[in-house]
């Protein structure tokens, strides 16, 4: 296997720092992309806080510890997407057999609804669904960390030290941080009321070391009080004043009330494996299964990886799969999802009756199936030497999400609320479209296309994957596990060699850059539509090997670090 160390630069600081005593120290590090170790690996967009879920391991935590360290983690070194503003899904193999999932998704504020972004001609407004204070859902994550500490070994003060420290002391920002920091600079002066430590004078660059005192002071909150430290006392109280400044409309009791849920997992087999994902609200679960039965009934280990007739075929399965996404799915709690339909094998050999190879579809001609009965993101990867696995896929949705920090608490707010369907047949920022399955109702949870999955094998971990990306995450993450599945393919290929991504709407079908060229002109000659895109996701696989050993692929397109011991 090809082994890829970027090393991102390196600048010393004379600092004396917990992580000194470990692998990474956060004032001079790099990402190691691949590794194959025995007891234990973490793999993160940021090697800072795939080291935070590495320290609990080694000190006798399990990789439910791990996972909520690193968590905490990524939502300091990794402003971006890395959060605890927003919500997110999380996945668990027990050791014991026990599969688990955990779902901390974002709500809609109790004052939202239904056509509160159209104006009065009934226009999208999108702008409100995008950016500042309005387009934010209510946070999920510190509810989905504390229903996952059942699971944990260790105490929560211990888990939440590194993120702690990581705040307080300053890390040395990337190359692609600073880049984004200063992009977003316009931004964050429009949509914060109070100037957050993102904004200033200079541009960023790498190695610039990154203090955030406001946000050391809420997770000390959080460290103190639990869940209340975030959704009742002085963090609620800045959230709520944020949101009046901004005439954003999350209340006191919004905050207090909101409940993460553990979920009953999808599961099912392919090829003799058993996946393991996230059920709805994502709507990642049902369709990678739609999409892996049908590749079986098709007979897709047959072709081989990036060849027109195994694309084209997949790009068929992929246009059913997410025009079923637009009409049928959305919160579970709010709307009735034929979902045993959906994965039946009558219904997709149904939805498959169309497909004549060699040649494109048309989303024309193509819409949902007929039923009887009625760019941010981030995932990580844990496995600990017992079998405990975890993946989980959290977001704000847009890059920094709704670029509203909090005033003087110190973390962004997600913009999450486009993920609902503001109008029927109205794209959101990623191009998908939704209807009434989909629409805005008070305390419901927007549809969401993360898929943080684990695949077992003789019922242990095998393969744990997932990405963010939008909708391109469930394209991602189903192509992975075929590119291993199917074609043969190693990890750390599956993992980097060019994706590609059809979502019904846009009839296209997008090619990342390095794709064959030969392919890609047959694929035109079938009467596809192409456009060439820049990367397509971030994925982060984990995979046990014959031996027993693990190795972990963390993604060439970011910062991503995989470690272990
Ligand atoms: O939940 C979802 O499907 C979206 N909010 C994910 C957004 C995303 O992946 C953006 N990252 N690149």
Not at 135 to 161: D, E, H, Q, R, T
Not at 180 to 186: D, P, W
Not at 418 to 446: L, W, Y
Request: hydrophobic share 35%; with cysteine.
């Amino acid at each position: 296997m090809k082994k890829n160390y970027i090393f991102i630069f390196l600048l010393m600081v004379g600092t004396t720092s917990a992580y000194s005593q470990s692998e990474i120290n956060p004032f001079n590090y790099h990402s190691k992309k691949d590794i194959n170790v025995k007891n234990g690996a973490v793999v993160s967009a940021h090697p800072l806080a795939s080291e935070a879920g590495l320290r609990m391991l080694r000190e006798g935590g399990n990789a439910i510890d791990a996972a909520i360290a690193t968590q905490l983690a990524l939502a300091v070194v990794f402003p971006e997407a890395g959060n605890i503003g927003g919500g997110g899904f999380t996945v668990i193999h027990l050791s014991n057999g026990k599969n688990i999932t955990i779902d901390y998704r974002e709500t809609a504020p109790g004052k939202s609804f239904r056509d509160m972004y159209l104006d009065s001609a009934g226009n999208p407004l999108l702008n409100l669904s995008q950016n500042g204070h309005l387009a934010s859902g209510v946070p999920g994550v510190i509810a989905g960390l504390f229903k996952c500490m059942k699971y944990a070994k260790l105490p929560f003060k211990k888990l939440i030290a590194p993120a702690i420290e990581l705040a307080e002391k300053g890390f040395a920002i990337t190359e692609n941080e600073a880049y984004e920091l200063n992009h977003y600079q316009g931004d964050f002066k429009k949509y914060s009321s109070v100037t957050p430590v993102f904004v200033r004078d200079t541009k960023w660059k790498a190695g610039d070391i990154l203090v955030q005192k406001d946000l050391a002071n809420t997770l000390k909150r959080i460290r103190d009080n639990g869940r209340k430290g975030f959704y009742e006392g002085e963090t609620a109280r800045l959230i709520v004043e944020e949101m009046q400044r901004g005439h954003g409309i999350i209340s006191y009791s919004d905050l207090k009330n909101y409940q993460a849920k553990e979920r009953a997992p999808i599961e099912f087999n392919y090829k003799g494996a058993k996946v393991i994902t996230m059920p709805l609200p994502s709507s990642g679960g049902i369709i990678l299964e739609q999409m892996l039965k049908m590749s079986e009934m098709n007979h897709l280990s047959k072709m081989k990886f990036e060849t027109p007739q195994s694309i084209n075929l997949m790009v068929e399965i992929e246009r059913r799969c997410y025009a079923d996404r637009g009409k049928y799915l959305g919160d579970p709690d709010f709307y009735k999802v034929p979902v045993k339909t959906l994965v039946s094998d009558a219904y997709l050999k149904e939805r498959m009756s169309t497909f004549i190879p060699g040649k494109a579809g048309s989303s024309k001609d193509i819409k949902e199936g007929i039923i009887p009965e009625s760019e941010q993101t981030t995932h990580f990867n844990v496995l600990d030497k017992d079998g405990n696995a975890v993946s989980v896929t959290t977001t704000i949705n847009g890059g920094y999400g709704s670029r509203v920090v909090v005033g003087h608490a110190g973390f962004l707010l997600n913009n999450e609320m486009d993920d609902f369907s503001v109008k029927p047949g109205v794209p959101n920022m990623f191009g998908a479209v939704g209807q009434e399955a989909n629409a805005i109702a008070p305390h419901k949870r927007m549809l969401s296309s993360m898929t943080p999955t684990i695949v077992l094998r003789n019922n242990k971990p095998w393969i744990l994957v997932g990405t963010p990306g939008g909708t391109t995450i469930i394209t991602s993450v189903y192509q992975t596990i075929v590119d291993i599945m199917d074609f043969g393919m190693d990890p750390h290929d599956a993992v980097n060699k060019p994706k590609f991504h059809h979502q019904w709407l846009p009839d296209v079908v997008y090619l990342e850059k390095g794709f064959d060229e030969n392919v890609k002109n047959q694929l035109e000659e079938m009467g596809y539509k192409i456009q060439m895109r820049g990367a397509i996701g971030r994925t982060e696989v984990i995979m046990v090997n014959k031996d027993g050993s693990m190795t972990a692929v963390a993604d060439h397109r970011g910062d991503d670090g995989a470690v272990g011991y």
